[in-house]
């Protein structure tokens, strides 16, 4: 039998709050609970706001907790190579692509476009699609590395085979096997000029190389595991089993808590005296055995 492979997989560009705490104790209880293992990955694409003493904190934070994971831990902008390997080999296929536009360039564009009074497309997360393949650029011109989806799906040709397990539940209560639908985020980013990865890609190949067989995440992030699967299919990676989680909300139940926003952070909690049994009530979890 295969062993269990769970992972927490924190941005050190902030505080954690509870809504971290949930899903780190929610995957380490999960781990353990199956004989499994639990790791640790720092994801660190963003060389500007991630900083080593926020992930400093942040580690000292999961640790007061109770978590223990195994070392090394995983660095992300260690790894840039691996990442860098995954988009060669989309591009080898002909499916990834340069584009020169910048968000300037596609708001300007569908500003145009609605303004004849037709809606643009949107994502699940409300942003415009990216316009088409028609506006790639050339190598010279740098710019942002897309996915050409339309052609991944041919490339892979049979479509009810991409999907997923689902063992937790999606925002409408999905749960069980998922038809993927990649499409809805069009042609999405595979790598900026700036960042040589996008989360999309460098979380499959993570997962991967690290023999993650649970993905146990937020709901937040249930539309985005379309595009996951369809990442390790076009490279060939094995394909989790996913969980989604119940997110932590604020106090009046109307959006998830947000380092950006300046939630409650764990550090506060501690300072103010709580411990980690109080945190694990707050959240909703039992006791640690």
């Not at 780190?24 to 499994?36: C, I, T």
């Not at 706001?49 to 992930?55: A, H, Q, V």
């Not at 004849?116 to 740098?142: I, K, M, S, Y």
């Not at 699967?229 to 932590?248: A, E, G, N, T």
Request: charged letters at 25%.
């Amino acid at each position: 039998m295969v062993t269990p492979v769970f992972r927490f997989a924190p941005s050190p560009n902030g505080l954690l709050h509870l809504g971290h705490a949930y899903s780190a104790l929610l995957n380490f209880d999960m781990a353990r609970a199956a004989g499994g293992r639990f790791l640790m990955r720092i994801e660190d694409i963003d060389t500007v706001r991630c900083t080593p003493e926020l992930e400093a904190r942040m580690l000292e934070d999961l640790a007061w907790l109770g978590l223990e994971w195994e070392e090394p831990v995983r660095r992300q902008s260690e790894h840039f190579a691996d990442y860098r390997a995954a988009l060669e080999a989309l591009a080898d296929a002909g499916l990834a692509y340069r584009s020169a536009m910048s968000r300037g360039d596609i708001r300007r564009l569908v500003e145009a476009h609605e303004a004849e009074g037709v809606l643009w497309p949107r994502d699940p997360d409300g942003a415009p699609l990216f316009p088409g393949r028609e506006h790639e650029g050339d190598e010279e011109e740098g710019g942002v590395w897309r996915l050409d989806v339309a052609a991944a799906l041919d490339h892979l040709g049979a479509r009810d085979q991409l999907g997923w397990m689902e063992e937790g539940t999606g925002p409408a209560g999905e749960t069980g096997w998922q038809a993927a639908d990649p499409a809805v985020w069009g042609d999405f980013v595979l790598a900026r000029r700036d960042t040589p990865t996008s989360y999309h890609l460098s979380v499959v190949v993570d997962d991967a190389l690290q023999g993650v067989t649970h993905v146990v995440r937020g709901r937040d992030l249930f539309m985005a595991t379309s595009a996951h699967v369809l990442l390790q299919d076009l490279l060939c990676l094995p394909r989790p089993v996913y969980h989604h989680h119940d997110l932590v909300m604020d106090d009046d139940g109307t959006r998830k808590l947000s380092k950006s926003r300046g939630d409650t952070a764990l550090a506060a909690l501690r300072e103010a005296g709580m411990t980690p049994g109080d945190v694990r009530r707050m959240v909703g979890l039992p006791e640690a055995v």
